[in-house]
Each structure stands twice: as C-alpha cells, then as structure tokens.
C-alpha cells in the first residue's frame, strides 16, 4: 500500500460544480495533515490543514477519518482559479518532519 | 509564512556539469528540506540540511550526487553533480517555521539536461 494514495484524476467539472478528492495514508501514526495546491510549473502552497473535527474555509472544506485513515477536500460553487493539482500531505509529526505526498490530482474547472 | 527565495528559478546545463540551487530563507529555520518533483509525479525528498552537520539523505539520494551545505540558519545550497538527462526535473527547498507543522517551499528551480 502506498504512503498516500489520492484519486488518480484527472478531474474536469462545469463552473459551479461540486467536486471531493479523497486521500488515504497508510502509517496509522500520522499526526498532521494538509491539503496543498500547486499550480502548472509553479511550487505547492498550503490550501488547508485537515483537523479531525472538520475544518471549512469559504467553499473549502476538508475532513479527516483517522479510523480509516481518510482526508478529503470539498470545493463547493468551483471557480476556474480552482484549476490546479490538489497533493494530499501527510506529516508523521514529533521529531520527524518528513512530509508525505500523494501524488497529487488534477483538477480542471471549466467555462 | 515563510520568505523563501530559491535561485535558479529555471536552467538549461550540459550533461556532466553541476548545478548548484541556492534557499534564502527570510528567517532562521532548524530544519531545511530538499526535494525533487520529477515531470508528472509529486514531490520525493532528497535531505535534510542540519546547520553544523551534514545533511540526513533519502534511500536512493547520496552525497556525492547531490551535496548540500547548509553555512547558517537561513541558507542553503543544493548542487546536483555529473549531471544527466534523468535529472531533468524541478527541484524545491522547504522550510517549517519552528514550532509549526505546515511546510512552505521555494519557487523551484526546473532544471533542463541537454
């Protein structure tokens, strides 16, 4: 099983679509978790942490399922600034600050 | 966040040369991180740059392939030597500012072997 897998995308929706990517991680111990979002050719920004209570931000919200070992992210009302590569991220926390990252997945909001 | 430079933003090299990346960080950081994000795939660390110590490679990443130095809190250096084609990818640092848990990076550097 891989670290972090993610949905394999590509993901293409009409403006004002709902989309929800899912991550799964497999080191139960994991302490953090983030969704990041990188644009073409360009470096990953921190969009959210996930928080096992939910967290929302605007049409953003994020879930974390640490029985599963599950995150997704919600885009709620999709914008074509939301185009982007979605990487779920996963911190093992304590001393070790060794992120990682799925593979990312690609979402395309068209007109 | 976090202030980060990252030099070269992009660089075209013959193979068998090396390229050395510089972080500019715009406060002082314990840990700095390296990594590489190859054409279509997520991002792979390479190291760990410890000030005053060397720097904690990957499985897969050596020292002579990809020495680091890290001269002060708020600088690194990666270089990637003998330079192929399989090299030919973006290169990032990154940074968690003391006490947080969320990483902030570099513009990258895209590197091009010819």
């Known amino acids: 099983r891989k670290e972090v897998e993610q949905d394999p995308g590509p993901f293409n929706v009409p403006e004002g679509a709902t989309v929800a990517f899912n991550c799964t991680y497999s080191?139960?111990?994991?302490?953090?978790f983030f969704w990041y979002r990188q644009d073409c050719r360009k470096e990953p920004k921190l969009l959210m942490s996930v928080y096992s209570s939910g967290n929302e931000d605007g049409r953003f919200t994020a879930q974390l399922n640490r029985a599963s070992q599950y995150i997704s992210l919600l885009i709620r009302d999709s914008k074509l600034s939301d185009s982007a590569t979605y990487l779920c991220v996963v911190n093992p926390g304590g001393s070790n600050y060794k992120l990682t990252f799925g593979k990312g997945t690609l979402l395309t909001v068209n007109p | 966040s976090a202030v980060i430079s990252q030099k070269p933003s992009r660089d075209i090299c013959q193979r068998g040369t090396s390229l050395t990346i510089q972080c500019q960080v715009d406060s002082q950081v314990t840990m700095m991180f390296w990594y590489r994000q190859q054409p279509g795939q997520s991002l792979t660390l390479i190291a760990t740059?410890?000030?005053?110590?060397?720097?904690?490679?990957e499985s897969g990443f050596v020292i002579d392939k990809f020495p680091i130095s890290r001269p002060n809190l708020t600088f690194s250096t990666l270089t990637v030597s003998n330079l192929s084609p399989e090299d030919s990818s973006i290169y990032l640092c990154s940074v968690f500012r003391d006490g947080h848990t969320e990483a902030f990076f570099g513009q990258g550097t895209r590197l091009t072997v010819v």
């Open positions: 080191n139960s111990a994991s302490q953090s």
């Open positions: 740059a410890n000030q005053g110590s060397e720097a904690t490679y």
